[in-house]
């Protein structure tokens, strides 16, 4: 699931879909409308020194923009298939908010490259016991 269209119809698609993976930097540059390079290498330093953004949407799920199309994709997508599993790839996996944010809209799995891999882990035991310190 990396573009819009397909969060919003992940019923659908589950209907024919033995899992769904979401690719969280490409459906993040298309619900942004700007890319990573954008972030960056160009004008989004800024938005960052005026407080216009906390933190990149490529570092850190945007919980209340794309982390809503994610978890009405998986909510929409278990109610066609209750058995469909569910993961993530892509940088957001290992980001500690996000792993939380992960495990509470119902994933199966993060995946990450590899240097995140330890972040990952520990963040995923960390979520499925209900710590919520992160970092």
């Known amino acids: 699931i990396e573009v819009p269209r ?3 119809t992940a019923g659908q698609i589950a209907e024919a879909a033995q899992f ?3 690719g969280t930097n490409d459906l993040s540059q298309m619900g942004w409308g700007f890319s990573r390079d954008d972030v960056e290498g160009s004008f989004f330093s800024k938005y960052l020194e ?3 953004f906390g933190v990149s949407p490529f570092e850190s799920i945007d919980r209340e923009g794309i982390g809503r199309l994610i978890d009405l994709a998986v909510r929409e997508g278990r109610a066609a298939r209750p058995d469909l599993k569910i993961g993530v790839c892509g940088e957001h996996g290992g980001d500690p908010d996000s792993v939380h944010f992960f495990h ?3 994933l199966d799995y993060v995946s990450c490259s590899p240097f995140r891999v330890p972040v990952a ?3 995923a035991g960390r979520a499925t016991t209900g710590r919520t310190d992160t970092g």
């Open 104 to 106: 509470e809209v119902g």
């Open 50 to 52: 005026l407080g216009i």
């Open 6 to 8: 397909a969060a919003l």
């Open 121 to 123: 882990r520990l963040e």
């Open 20 to 22: 769904f993976s979401f």
